[in-house]
């Protein structure tokens, strides 16, 4: 009976009878009377009041308990004190209402007695096929269907978005947070009902065109980038995730468990999910905007339309700052521009319109010059600044602006972004998105923004299929098994030498020294460690290898290795007669190299985050890492190392030879795998891993696993 | 009669009479038409029109020429084509008109020959008393006196504040970008009256409390600094420098150079004039509110206050990304406003004062809490939400509003900023702004933003005395520029180990070779490069120096230095009989220690600008370096260092001994000071300066000169 199905969704947003237990008939100001306020707005539902103490309630016959009612209704929306809700639910589950709307406050947002009573309504919809949704919530705002539960009068401005929040703040002000509202659900404190619940509803909703996520918090991490991963090729999701100030709060008993804050990790599982993470509100609005106005966008490189040649150069820094390009017109077109000038005025982009409004007024010059950059192959957009101060006379500013949206409806593959500036900007732009088709801006950083978010999501999320994490069939998980299933018995809960053990098993060059005894071991244990080689004598009377012969660098190959492993030991036997010798030890060669950190911590919810970074200074210091969550795809590890703002080191930048990338991207996806595969390993630290030419080698390592 | 006098900038701003060259009889839309509009807005000027062709223009007696005015008007304003200008230019300097403002077109803004008219302009005010401001400007916006030489209708909004500006844009939306403006003056191309012109007298007018400054360019930085360094500790100048983009583009032949681009070297300037720098219009917007608000700021702990939980935490984000910090109201007041929750909903900062509104109302309840909060010596101002949707009903909402703003009066020291949000913010702003106490914001990150700026400014700017750079009486000036004179005499542009010299002359030490004939010039030496030293054997014949015992390492002081002089030319010359020995050449040891780069450039306008910055990777590729504009104090150069994101790395990050940061200092301060005492040093790089313990020392460096 799990899940939250489609008819849950269904009556959740849009039900035909609902049971409003606590309906009171206390009216007028300060009342905040849910059910009077259905009533005056009009929203034609069967209304159930359940009320202990009254007969009716604001004219309707009231019940005194849920199970009075005559139906069970499509939602129950509960909004009596907190000590009164488990005893209201339980009449819902009992009565086989599906979908209950928990109102009241003093839960898990509140005390501890709060969160004891959240865990009870958890409990008594157990097993049952009776959803909560809260509590702590405002409810639902569904513009589609003019339903909402707001307890207040509510201007709903429809638009083709969505918006799943926990706080009612964001529904009721979802005109300016997402410029409009066409459904909003508000999980509250999301004891039962999740985002991961609401959003393949969302996705299968064809009305909707955006989904917008207000996060407080995100329980099951891995399931929601499951879900977002399948959605955002179709479908944006813009999610703004508060509380970011609480940055590295995390204890950790490794260096990659400490790096990774919760931040991080929800900006890893963003990325690999395709969601748009906003850092404001004011981004939210911004990018809502351009996803919900322009339908494509081919490109980046914009052309600037001003009558401010001042005003020129702020679009330019606004637009390069978020990665945007200036457009460079065709010859043809600048000459046919340069017309509009006298001759002394060289045109550029941005193209100063001034000089062609005195000759052909401002709609007039604007417009065709805007024309003639849209229709050049060299321009994918344009930013148009809007002089909206009063002085201007408003019937030159419509008759651009008409002529902006006319423009905007030839060329829909080219978004056309107007900066309005001035007192009255807000009344200028509210005019010029009435069309639908174009957006307007209080400044070029916002606009730049917004084309950069939708630039994003075209190029980069759009149509996307996600790499999978490659199968690798040259690992022995059974030989890792074992190794852990060694130290649970033994209840270590910290790996040093046998971590190195594991990543061998796993695929990865270690510098774990391993004892041959005879030349057979010395083939095999060489085979298995690889080559270039480090051999020492083993014998506990041999202090001083180096100084008789006792070490031996650089063995290439298997040749080198037995000739060396005759000479030493012979050599050293004949000179030292009662010196008992146990074999070599033999080791990866050390190599140089660059030095790296490959870690990895898992989140609850989330699963395993990967961390990688550059040794020493750039991870302690400047904190210059990048995170994936697992799996980790070849790409996604490729972008890991990509992110580095001193990605150039490995590159060769400090003097020394650039290192094959390829040997780093290999062991980040095989210590992804191996979290994967191994739950009880929680923490993960690879420091140094040392790449050298187009060999990686692990010189030390540390594994934390779960108390047994 | 340089200069441009308080005369000049009164007749510029509130001229007693005018000459209007180009005066015409055109009028109507699209005519813009300047003399028309000071008519109709009633502008109450006496008007001389100059038009060659009319007697009459709009009703004013016509001259053909300004020698044919009765009078030597205040103000002349000349808009003829801009092969005309010079002309009328020079009829007015003849006519002894002291302020000419030439708004026409075409000079250095479009071509060769337009840049060749804008010299011809200055060249004919050289030596007079006539003052050009533009051309390609739009001239005054004097609220204050109500004047203005807008060619449209303007809707001033007083306030106390200025504006310079270089595009017409700025002047005519200042509503918008500076929130209403007293005085506001486009200097356009600056060909002859600058900001360096005008600021002394925005200085001094006390109408004036914010001085904004929007800049293409700035020809004399040097000059500039020292004007903002005399008025910024009394009075707050905002600049909005545009051109950001255009970072790096500059051709250098050092290492210093290449790093100090256009945008490094303005923000350096601005850090020494105490100029607080924007980086967009929203934020010029900000800082005008909050500076021309508050009187005052005494710290950074904030109160939140907040109908809704969610919009609190967003706050948070805010305030702690800017800087500022969460108030810690005293237990005694956070439990007074526990009395207005249940007792199972705790109160913290954020306050949630939803509870009480239910019970005290919108108005009530949070003018209660806020109060409460900005009596507690733990709380230095407050943020309060504003839910700016129509169904709140205005009433409650305006009722809050004023209420704020009485308790702002009764708190005046303590900020409240109001973050409204939804539908009716803009409405809701203005509203509450109108009282002049309170500022009102669009998004918690624009309030956070304001706020840190105006405590910036109170905290860092306000009244500071700038520390002087030290004079230091122990550089042998004349040795340096003996140096200098001979490298310019063999036409020498890069010096090499004779940078290394200029430096000891400045008293840093360095890695060069001296050669020392006998004992009595050993210890010369010696004394002059400091100890510890290393010495080798010069001589011709002895190649392999350290096989024969010619390099002695560490050599601690003079005994030392002597004894080892006569055990190592002794020694030598005795097994090798036939060798000639020079002596012995002497050099500082080389530390080990950190690598750092000590270097300069000069820039026209600003003069030397001081790089530091650590070596290799972190100034190479993560370009992790901080500048100051010469003459650098001890506690700028302190700042530089602390700026750098890898600083711990002086503090013995990376496994090495800490340094001491004094030695660096002590470097920066000499760099400085000798880029202060030759012009001819066009860029220098120290490259590595090297730093151990409490010494550093010049390893290698680098100058170029000015092209003889």
Redesign the interface.
């Known amino acids: 009976m799990g899940g939250f199905s489609r008819e849950h969704f269904e009556r959740l947003i849009n039900p035909r009878s609902i049971v409003i237990v606590g309906a009171s008939n206390r009216t007028g ?2 009342s ?1 009377n849910l059910m009077e306020n259905l009533i005056r707005e009009g929203i034609d539902k069967v209304i159930y009041p359940v009320n202990l103490s009254a007969d009716q309630v604001l004219g309707h016959q009231a019940y005194k308990r849920v199970r009075d009612i005559p139906e069970p209704a499509d939602l129950a929306i509960i909004m009596v004190p ?1 000590t009164a809700v488990p005893e209201a639910v339980a009449d819902c589950v009992e009565k086989g209402i599906k979908t209950v709307l928990v109102i009241s ?2 839960f898990a ?3 501890q ?2 969160s004891e009573l959240q865990n009870q309504l958890v409990e008594l919809t157990r097993g049952t096929d009776t959803r909560i949704v809260g509590p702590n919530t405002i409810g639902i705002a569904n513009s589609f269907d003019y339903f909402h539960t ?1 307890f ?4 709903l ?1 429809p638009k083709r978005n969505a918006l799943v ?6 529904v ?2 979802s ?3 997402t410029t409009g509202l066409g459904l909003g659900i508000d999980i509250g404190n999301a004891a039962e009902v999740d985002f991961t619940d609401l959003l393949p509803h969302l996705a299968a909703d064809d009305r909707i065109d955006v989904i917008n996520l ?1 996060m ?1 918090g995100l329980a099951d991490g891995a399931e929601f980038v499951r879900l977002a991963a399948q959605i955002t090729p179709n479908k944006p999701i813009v999610a703004y995730k ?4 609480e940055e590295g709060a995390r204890a950790a008993a490794s260096h990659s468990g400490a790096l990774s804050s919760e931040d991080h990790v929800v900006s890893a599982a963003f990325d690999k999910g395709g969601v748009l993470r906003v850092r ?3 981004e939210m609005t911004e990018l809502n905007k351009a996803l919900l106005t322009y339908p494509k966008i081919n490109g980046k490189r914009f052309a600037v339309v001003t ?5 020129g ?2 679009v ?3 637009l ?2 978020h990665g945007l390009e200036i457009a460079t017109p065709s010859e043809a077109v600048m000459a046919e521009i340069q017309t509009r000038n ?1 001759p ?3 045109v550029g982009n941005p193209v100063d319109t ?2 062609a409004v ?1 000759k052909q ?1 401002l709609a007039g010059a604007n417009l065709d010059i805007l024309n003639l950059l849209l229709q050049d192959a060299n321009v994918d957009g344009a930013v148009v600044l809007l ?7 408003y019937e ?1 500013l419509r008759e651009l602006v008409d002529g902006i949206v006319a423009t905007q409806q030839r060329f829909p593959d080219k978004p056309i972004a107007l900066w309005a ?3 009255n ?2 009344e200028v732009i509210e005019e010029a998105e009435k069309s639908g088709v174009v957006a307007g801006f ?4 916002s606009a730049a923004r917004a084309l950069a978010g939708l630039y994003r999501y075209h190029h980069e999320i759009k149509g996307r299929t996600l790499a999978a994490a490659p199968e690798l069939d040259d690992v022995d998980t059974g030989g890792a098994a074992a190794i852990l299933q060694r130290a649970a018995a033994d209840e270590v809960e910290v790996l040093g030498t046998q971590a190195l053990e594991i990543l061998e098993s796993y695929g990865i060059n270690t510098a774990r020294a391993v004892l041959a005894a005879d030349e057979q071991e010395l083939l095999e244990i060489g085979a298995a460690l690889g080559y270039p080689l480090v051999m020492k004598i083993a014998s506990e009377q041999i202090v001083h290898k180096s100084d008789v012969g006792g070490v031996r660098l650089n063995i290439a190959d298997p040749e080198e290795l037995v000739e060396s492993f005759r000479e030493m030991c012979g050599g050293i036997q004949a000179r030292f007669k009662d010196a008992v010798i146990d074999g070599v030890h033999l080791q990866r060669q050390h190599s140089e190299g660059v030095e790296t950190i490959i870690g990895a911590s898992r989140h609850a919810g989330f699963g395993p985050i990967i961390v990688f970074g550059l040794g ?2 750039f991870t ?3 904190k210059d890492v990048s995170f994936a969550m697992a799996p980790v795809s070849r790409s996604e590890a490729e972008t890991m190392i990509s992110r580095l ?2 990605r ?2 490995l590159a060769g ?3 020394g030879d650039a290192v094959d990338t390829d040997a780093i991207v290999d062991a980040i996806v095989r210590v992804s795998t191996l979290l994967m595969d191994f739950p009880q390993i929680t923490e993960l630290d690879i420091n140094p891993f040392t790449v050298q030419g187009s060999t990686g080698i692990a010189l030390d390592a540390r594994a934390i696993l779960e108390r047994p």
Chains 1, 2 share one sequence.
């Open positions: 100001p300060g905040y907190r406050q003093g947002d509140a005390d007695v709060g707001s207040q009068r509510f201007d401005e929040c926990q706080s009612g703040m964001f009721l002000a005109g300016h947070f207000h407080e508060v509380g970011q100030s404001d509100l004011d009558i401010s040649g001042g005003g150069i702020t330019v820094d606004a390069s700052q006298p002394w005025m060289p001034w000089m005195l007024g002089n909206a101060y009063r002085s201007t006379g030159s500036f001035g007192m900007r807000h209080g400044s070029p950083e020493g200074i302690e210091i400047l703002r001193a150039a080191v930048a400090r003097g």
